[in-house]
């Protein structure tokens, strides 16, 4: 499909800037730019790119300032990730969209499957699940017993839901994702082993959360693991049981989440970073990447960094002296020897 500078300018409520009628049939990265396509300038570590870019037109901020003649088309937006992100998602729903029930599969005569529904060869579907409309199973997914999921909802290959868990509606969940699986629980016994405690409980997904590849989500032992609206993971997240993650929370890539934690709204944990069992952590708590929360966290808004972790101003100043500390030994070793022979 082809689009002039104009018609994209439209759709994300931009103003353009130089040829309206530049011609795009496709996208590229601003470095990697390459005739008749769009690109956008929203990390200004990319700067530079756009002096040299090849391609046709570029998003850009309200507030860009060019220092040097740009030869691309210009259209000005007040947030470019926001328009390519909205650009980009226009064209993932113009693609073709599956439907029907592919064979071989398994679809118990007890489910019940909506209309415009994709279910995927080599796919389980258990008794008494439940399948929204529009809702796309992929091939060599596993749906338990008494599942239910919401309209336009999404499950990639491999994904796995266990029995008795819901999904809402919207929500997206990458290949290898396991939704349900037993939290990790264990008694000790008296012979110096473990004795499993049964997971009984489900997991709770409301709607528009995504879930990344490889990602996994236990089940309560009772009671619900919950993740509530908006929330996003990225791959390789583990959340424990009975955990509450709050609306529109995102936790990157290898975080892990320890058991009964309840995670506030509007939360940011970044990539390596861990979280003890059976704490609270306040809203819009920021939590920088490979940090460690070992307590509750009560006041909203704080930034967390470091293992343990504190507030981001005890940690700068922390800091000081800890990538001091070779310097310092030297000096204390050094006294420790004057004093040594001032005594003598």
Do not use: W
């Not at 090849?54 to 947030?79: G, H, M, W, Y």
């Not at 809203?283 to 507030?311: D, F, H």
């Amino acid at each position: 499909m082809k689009f002039t500078a104009s018609q994209i300018a439209e759709l994300v409520s931009g103003k353009v800037e130089g040829n309206a009628e530049a011609t795009i049939t496709n996208v590229s990265k601003i470095e990697d730019g390459k005739p008749e396509t769009l690109t956008f300038l929203a990390n200004p570590k990319y700067t530079s790119y756009i002096y040299d870019t090849q391609a046709d037109v570029v998003i850009v901020n309200d507030d860009f300032k060019a220092e040097k003649e740009i030869s691309a088309t210009l259209i000005r937006v007040p947030d470019a990730y926001q328009a390519i992100a909205i650009l980009l998602e226009m064209y993932e729903q113009s693609q073709p969209k599956k439907t029907g029930i592919e064979q071989p599969s398994f679809v118990d005569k007890t489910a019940t499957v909506g209309d415009f529904a994709y279910i995927g060869a080599f796919a389980y579907v258990g008794e008494n699940v439940n399948l929204g409309d529009n809702v796309k199973v992929y091939p060599q997914v596993y749906i338990g017993d008494n599942v239910k999921i919401g309209d336009n909802t999404v499950l990639f290959p491999g994904v796995k839901v266990y029995k008795n868990c819901t999904i809402g509606k919207d929500c997206t969940i990458h290949a290898g994702a396991i939704i349900g699986s037993d939290g990790f629980g264990f008694a000790p016994s008296s012979s110096n082993g473990y004795k499993k405690v049964a997971q009984i409980g489900n997991v709770i997904l409301k709607d528009h959360v995504e879930i990344g590849a490889n990602t996994t989500i236990d089940r309560a032992t009772m009671g619900s693991t919950i993740i509530k609206k908006g929330v996003k993971l990225d791959n390789l997240v583990q959340i424990a049981h009975n955990v509450e993650v709050g609306e529109h929370t995102v936790i990157a890539a290898q975080t892990g989440i320890a058991g009964s934690t309840k995670i506030g709204d509007d939360c940011m944990f970044g990539g390596q970073s861990a979280c003890n069992g059976h704490i609270k952590i306040a809203n819009k708590t920021k939590v920088g990447a490979q940090s460690g929360i070992s307590k509750a966290i009560r006041k909203e808004g704080t930034i967390q960094l470091g293992s343990p972790s504190m507030e981001i101003g005890a940690f700068n100043k922390a800091y000081v002296v800890f990538r001091r500390l070779p310097e310092l030994k030297a000096q204390l070793e050094a006294c420790e020897k004057e004093i040594a022979e001032l005594k003598k």
